[in-house]
Nanobody
Framework: QVQLVESGGGLVQPGGSLRVSCAAS????????MGWYRQAPGKQRELVAV???????NYADSVKGRFTISRDNARNTVYLQMNSLKPEDTAVYYC????????????WGQGTQVTVSS
């Protein structure tokens, strides 16, 4: 049974930092591209950042220079370090795992709320 469990969300002031984590089980973690997506109220889910099995990263323009995605294959965990947070970063953040060779093997976590507000 595949499980992606996000943690680390919460309330932070503008300009602050937060790190969210996603622990995976039931998959061969090292063979999956891992991604973070977010969905704000009334908006579509959007890509935030991805990291491939080889460690290559890609970011949405809106978070470049502020967010950093990383992975620890020994712990089956992917992280998203978020700095210089803005109110527009407020959203539910979802973890995604997609097999590098079989893209139809695509899994989602339940999401974690990040709220940026003073």
């Amino acid at each position: 049974q595949v499980q992606l469990v996000e943690s680390g969300g919460g309330l932070v002031q503008p300009g602050g930092s937060l790190r969210v984590s996603c622990a995976a089980s039931g998959i061969r973690f090292s063979l999956h591209t891992m991604g973070w997506y977010r969905q704000a109220p009334g908006k579509q889910r959007e890509l935030v950042a991805v990291i491939t099995s080889g460690g290559h990263t890609n970011y949405a323009d809106s978070v470049k220079g502020r967010f950093t995605i990383s992975r620890d294959n020994a712990r089956n965990t992917v992280y998203l370090q978020m700095n210089s947070l803005k109110p527009e970063d407020t959203a539910v953040y979802y973890c995604n795992a997609r097999h590098s060779l079989v893209p139809s093997n695509d899994f989602w976590g339940q999401g974690t709320q990040v709220t940026v507000s003073s």
